[in-house]
């Protein structure tokens, strides 16, 4: 049996790419004779011969079926309709017992997309194949012209005259032969003609039609026995009369092949004019699909009226395009040394329908709400200012007048929504965007025009209004995150709120560059295969079911936050293996099994990270800030039993939540033999994989060793980075496009937002405003803790985890500790409810995550459930811990 690397398609492919691909083809096995597929049937697979020998046969493959090809194993078929989005066009049929891959057609084509291989392979195959039926077209032409002179020599002179002045007819109405041969029984001739030539045959009523190569010979036949001129005369007289008889397609063919293109186009669009007005839009179709390819329909009258054509069939968007491209080509036709290749070089003509096309398309602008273009084209039109009379002409535009007021509206902010699509950066749909940008102008002008608070200062409140404003653009899917997060930057450094240094405060941090060297570390882990490899080795030993498979990696990522504390850090690390494992497991990207597995890892290795007192380095941070006695209390250990029900009720709770949201779909059961073979098709290590392991074990250690030595693993993550890429492992292509420096502009500016916020003063208020109306609730532990939770929660939708969890611990302690509740309670509960989802831009560790998958492990949409879930489950683990921590003094 053959290996993926032995087939013509996949033999170039990367040894990693040929392993992922295992992954997704379906093995079949069929018996000698069996049928792949018919002739018509949907195109649903691409198939490849792994032993055993098919052929594909003409028609139903019945007897009489000529056979097209045969396919060994290393060959494949079916790609065919995959590529024409059309049937089968042959019908396959195993001529030995057969083994196939069968690879699916979203695959197949996802494949094509992203690799210029397989597009070159398969060019190469198809090209090929046309050499080969090139080559027996004419074989055939030349056998089929023996035959045809054959029967032409046994004609009489009348006959072979007759066939010679009736070929440009195609098909040969007798009614229009009788005419233009004056005195010829055309309905005899034909008759007979059929009877003796296998070349002529009727077509319906008192028609006939020659065979299209029998028309050629016939055609050449013409030409040599008369002149050019003659020949034109001649396709003329036969072109008037069918215009006269009513035979328009025909006429306009006949015209054209005579060289009178004008009076051709004229005959065809007035046909056609006529036709659209009766409404037989099919007969237009017909009509303008049956030119001859001497005529250009993009240009002059033909464009409008394939453009009136679009409109009548409701599709005015297009006709807008025809119509474009028409005024486009029609001003560069007209441009010098150009101008008699004019179809209709009847300039003034032409500029009158210059000037009707530029009105129809201002008519069709407006309809669609296009204000702006609208506007441009009567401008264009001839109305000479675009302010005054440009308005009064669009009243008598066939728009309502009370409706254009809501369409200019509507307009600007299609036009906003265009130009920004064209940036390239937008993800919003429908209604949302308009609202999203109304409300953030409204925020704007709130907190640029009303006084601040008397306990905030202007700059304060302005930097807070800068980030309110901004969130609807977020939320909403307006502008693309990171862009959302340099105007940030941009308004609170350009409008003076801030010193610049502070506005990019957070570019300047360790943290930054850890996350940028974890980056890069895991760009390079996943393209030397590496990554695949420990997927395999990890599908191999655990069950490929959901639980055991997220429950391993919720485990793996416990393992690993204690000794890695930077849980963004961490996350991106880890993203890389979602899409590589959903791949491995036969899901597609973003379905609800490639969602349970990202979300597995965003809750073992983001999440849960409290759980340890180096799980994060905000939990470093909030001990660090405990009271002496505190803090000596809360050692590792201490911590991890304290934080355990609490972390234990959040884990369940999310996690039962989880699988019955996304209730993912059952993995595709990898036999062990698939991945034995994957394994093989990867090989043994490779150079660049021995070098990225040794990097990642030293980065490990690094990251471990970090804390007791008061080493920053940041330093560690950006140096393996550096090595990584002048030991060429992390190529120069790897690190401009595999690292997601998008992500890095927004983790940068979030950790801005802190800096700014400090040094305004905005934090301090913010906590302190809501810690008021806390106070009161102290005498119910319980309530108070839920109290404080959801304090936390709507502190983070401003402030981000690292620096509200901080905040609240700060303001809260000092109110709380008299009453006997030890301050690492509320450092806890300030850990755990200020690091929320709920809205993507809320976590950087969610956003690494989501990004690091290169946005193929889930949507934002399909996780909101289990965010919420998730905030649930805190203030229930709050709740469930309150007995707990009595017992363990913690709490009165
Ligand atoms: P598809 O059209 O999907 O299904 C029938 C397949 O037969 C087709 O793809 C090709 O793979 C194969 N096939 C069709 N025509 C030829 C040909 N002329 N020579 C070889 N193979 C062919």
Same mark, same amino acid.
């Given at each position: 049996m053959i290996e993926l690397g032995s087939t013509i398609l996949f033999a170039g492919l990367p040894a990693v790419e040929q392993a992922r691909l295992l992954a997704e083809l379906q093995e079949l096995s069929l018996p000698a004779g069996a049928v792949v597929f018919h002739k018509g049937d949907p195109g649903d697979a691409l198939y490849i011969v792994r032993s055993g020998l098919a052929e594909s046969r003409t028609g139903a493959g019945g007897p009489g079926a000529a056979i097209l090809g045969f396919f060994e194993p290393g060959n494949n078929f079916g790609e065919m309709a995959l590529l024409n989005d059309e049937p089968r066009s042959a019908t396959v049929i195993a001529l030995t017992d057969v083994e196939l891959w069968m690879l699916p057609r979203a695959r197949f084509e996802r494949l094509v997309r992203e690799t210029p291989g397989v597009s070159l392979a398969l060019a190469r195959l198809l090209s090929d194949r046309l050499r080969a039926s090139a080559q027996r077209v004419s074989r055939m032409h030349r056998e089929f012209d023996l035959a045809a002179e054959e029967k032409y020599a046994a004609l009489s002179p009348d006959q072979q005259r007759f066939l010679r002045r009736t070929a440009p007819l195609d098909p040969v109405p007798v009614e229009l032969a009788a005419r233009a041969l004056d005195g010829v029984d055309a309905g005899h001739v034909l008759q007979e003609l059929a009877s003796q030539v296998p070349f002529v045959s009727p077509d319906g009523h008192a028609v006939y039609r020659y065979h299209s190569l029998f028309r050629e010979l016939l055609l050449d036949k013409l030409r040599a026995e008369l002149s050019e001129g003659e020949r034109q005369t001649w396709l003329s007289e036969l072109g008037e009369t069918a215009g006269a008889m009513g035979e328009i397609g025909l006429a306009v063919c006949l015209l054209a092949e005579a060289g009178r293109v004008t009076e051709a186009v004229h005959l065809a669009v007035s046909r056609g004019k006529a036709l659209l007005e009766a409404g037989r839009l099919d007969e237009v179709d017909t009509l303008l699909s049956t030119l001859p390819s001497t005529i250009d329909t993009a240009l002059g009258s033909l464009a409008d009226l394939r453009a009136e054509l679009l409109v009548a069939r409701g599709h005015p968007a297009d006709a807008v395009e025809v119509l474009e491209e028409a005024?486009?080509?029609?001003?560069?036709?007209?441009?010098?040394?150009n101008g008699d290749g004019a179809m209709e070089s009847d300039s003034a003509a032409e500029g009158g329908g210059r000037l009707l096309r530029a009105r129809r398309l201002a008519e069709l602008s407006f309809q669609l709400g296009r204000t702006r273009e609208g506007r441009r084209w009567l401008r264009e039109a001839g109305a000479s200012d675009?302010?005054?009379? $440009?308005?009064?002409?669009? &009243?008598?535009?066939?728009? &309502?007048? /009370? $409706?254009?007021? %809501?369409?200019?509206?509507?307009? #600007?902010? #299609?036009?906003?929504?265009?130009? /920004?699509?064209?940036? %390239?950066?937008?993800? %919003?749909?429908?209604? /949302?965007?308009?609202?999203?940008?109304?409300? #953030?102008?409204?925020?704007?002008?709130f907190f640029l025009l009303a006084p601040p608070p008397p306990t905030l200062s202007l700059p304060a409140f302005r930097a807070l209004g800068v980030l309110v404003a901004a969130l609807p653009l977020v939320v909403f899917s307006v502008l693309a995150d990171h862009l959302v997060a340099l105007l940030m930057l941009v308004a609170w450094a350009g409008l003076g709120l801030v010193p610049v240094r502070t506005a990019l405060a957070g570019f300047a941090t360790s943290g930054w560059f850890l996350v940028l060297g974890v980056l890069g570390v895991g760009v390079a882990l996943a393209r030397t295969g590496l990554l695949y490899r420990l997927v395999l080795a990890l599908i191999e030993r655990v069950p490929a079911r959901h639980v055991p498979l997220t429950l391993t990696l919720v485990a793996?990522?416990?393992?690993? #936050?204690?000794?890695?504390?930077?849980?963004?850090?961490?996350? &991106?690390? &880890? $993203?890389?293996?979602?899409p590589e494992l959903a791949g491995a497991l036969g899901y597609t990207p973003r379905s609800r099994g490639s969602a349970v597995l990202g979300m597995a890892v965003l809750l073992g290795f983001g999440q849960l990270c409290s759980l340890f007192l180096t799980g994060s380095s905000s939990g470093l941070l909030v001990h660090s800030l405990l009271p002496v006695a505190s803090r000596a209390r809360f050692g590792w250990g201490y911590w991890f039993v304290a934080a355990l029900p609490l972390h234990v009720v959040m884990f369940a709770l999310t996690y039962v939540v989880m699988l019955l949201a996304l209730r993912p779909e059952a993995a595709s059961m990898r036999s062990r033999e698939t991945v034995r073979a994957q394994r093989r098709i990867l090989g043994p290590m490779t150079r660049a994989e021995y070098i990225a392991t040794a990097i990642l074990v030293l980065l490990l250690i690094a990251f471990v060793l970090g804390p007791p030595l008061k080493l920053d693993p940041a330093w560690a993550a950006v140096l393996a980075m550096v090595v990584l890429g002048a030991a060429n492992v992390l190529d120069a292509n790897g690190f401009k496009s595999g690292i997601n420096w998008a992500f890095?502009?927004?983790?940068?500016?979030?950790? /801005?937002?802190?800096?700014?916020f400090r040094t305004l003063g905005v934090d301090a208020w913010l906590a302190g405003a809501a810690a008021a109306p806390l106070t009161p609730l102290v005498k119910s532990p319980t309530l108070f803790l839920i109290a404080v939770g959801v304090m936390g929660y709507v502190l983070n939708l401003v402030v981000r985890w690292q620096a509200a969890c901080v905040l609240m611990t700060l303001v809260l302690v000092p109110v709380t500790s008299p009453l006997g509740i030890e301050p690492w309670v509320i450092g806890i509960t300030a850990l755990v409810t200020t690091n929320m989802w709920f809205l993507p831009y809320q976590s950087t560790i969610y956003q690494a995550l989501y990004y690091g998958t290169e946005e193929r492990a889930f949507t934002h949409k399909q996780v909101q459930p289990i965010a919420l879930a998730y905030g649930v489950a805190c203030l229930v683990g709050l709740a469930v811990s309150v007995p707990f921590w009595r017992a363990m003094g913690l709490m009165p």
């Open positions: 005024m486009h080509r029609d001003s560069a036709v007209d441009g010098p040394g675009a302010g005054g009379d $440009a308005i009064d002409d669009v &009243a008598t535009l066939p728009v &309502a007048p /009370s $409706a254009f007021s %809501g369409l200019m509206t509507l307009a #600007s902010l #299609s036009g906003l929504r265009r130009a /920004s699509t064209a940036a %390239g950066a937008l993800g %919003g749909r429908g209604v /949302s965007r308009p609202l999203g940008i109304t409300l #953030s102008v409204l925020f704007l002008f793996a990522g416990l393992i690993f #936050s204690p000794v890695m504390p930077n849980a963004t850090g961490r996350t &991106a690390l &880890a $993203a890389p293996l979602v890095l502009i927004f983790f940068g500016a979030m950790l /801005s937002l802190g800096d700014v």
